[in-house]
């Protein structure tokens, strides 16, 4: 059985059609969501964190009130910019949403995506060490919150603290167990879901990837995935991996949504550049009839070669909607794939 959830990018903006005018809309439109997904069915609740944007950027609030409000759906992250992280009081956050939630916490991490204001983490206060990249601060802090992630003492206690202190070093609290195995890279290239096996991650492949092969979308990812698949067992790690991918999928059922999404359907694969001088596929929407629909999306090798699908959602649409979008997969389409 596959995993069904849904991504929000968690956008607002004073438009007269939107849902979401506002910061305020968006999140609490967000744990109304998270809501009537779970009790739809829907397996996972995940939103995407951009900075210097009107999107959705802190997470932890927001996962911590949908724990609060859930009882069964995952929720989690897609992703982290991890160069704007303090990877210590992170791994603090992340502890305290997972035991809200009764550890149903899937953090989804990464390097990031390109940015909305040029080298963003340097305004949060974070630099470069010396012959470092962006994308190697990034992983260096993946690296160093997985390590502290794992609850083991590393910092001296106060001889004379406040509080008493337990025996040896301190590590950080909440602690909450069994997160550092609930932990996703978000990769857009083939050696970086290797590098994400090799460090005991589960895979995040998203709409787009750089393009390594010229090979359609769908083809470039399930190729990552099987190489990510390897390196884990090459690894030697002894859960099983997970792997993510999303998309952004329509049944059209009603005039409504032939409205919204009808012409969006026998979209193509797009090229594109992304900073400027990595040339990348991203990956086509679909929307169509739900036969049709099931038609197409068997064909897609990287949904196949996935345990988990994310379904991208239109947020600024509204609650309402956005069930009945997430019922209609369900209902019309899931079914037919063998995955309900």
Not at 67 to 94: F, H, K
Not at 163 to 181: A, I, K, Q, V, Y
């Amino acid at each position: 059985m596959k995993k069904i959830g849904f991504l929000s990018f968690g956008h607002w903006a004073n438009h007269p059609a939107y849902s979401t005018q506002t910061a305020s809309d968006t999140l609490l439109q967000s744990i109304d969501l998270a809501v009537a997904a779970e009790e739809l069915g829907i397996d996972g609740a995940y939103f995407r964190v951009h900075h210097f944007a009107k999107q959705l950027a802190s997470p932890f609030p927001l996962l911590s009130a949908i724990g609060a409000r859930t009882s069964r759906i995952e929720i989690g992250t897609g992703v982290i910019d991890m160069r704007y992280e303090n990877p210590l009081y992170m791994v603090e956050d992340a502890g305290a949403a997972d035991l809200i939630s009764g550890g149903r916490l899937q953090l989804g991490i990464s390097r990031g995506s390109p940015e909305q204001v040029i080298d963003g983490w340097r305004y949060f206060g974070y630099a470069l060490s010396e012959g470092e990249t962006d994308a190697d601060m990034g992983r260096r802090k993946a690296l160093e919150f997985l390590e502290r992630l794992q609850g083991v003492g590393f910092a001296e206690p106060n001889p004379y603290p406040m509080f008493p202190n337990p025996p040896g070093l301190l590590r950080l609290e909440p602690h909450s167990e069994g997160l550092r195995d609930r932990i996703w890279w978000g990769a857009a290239s083939n050696a970086t879901a290797v590098w994400a096996a090799q460090n005991g991650m589960l895979l995040q492949s998203s709409t787009l990837k750089y393009d390594e092969s010229g090979k359609p979308f769908h083809v470039q990812q399930a190729e990552q995935i099987r190489l990510y698949k390897e390196a884990w067992k090459e690894a030697g790690h002894t859960r099983e991996p997970r792997v993510s991918v999303s998309r952004s999928i329509f049944a059209l059922v009603n005039d409504q949504d032939r409205y919204y999404f009808g012409h969006e359907a026998d979209r193509d694969d797009k090229i594109g550049m992304i900073e400027a001088d990595k040339r990348a596929i991203f990956g086509r929407s679909y929307a169509a009839e739900p036969d049709q629909l099931i038609r197409e999306l068997a064909q897609d090798e990287a949904i196949q070669e996935a345990d988990t699908l994310l379904l991208t959602i239109p947020n600024t649409l509204g609650v309402e909607y956005n069930v009945h979008v997430l019922s209609s997969f369900l209902e019309h389409v899931a079914p037919g794939l063998g995955w309900r």
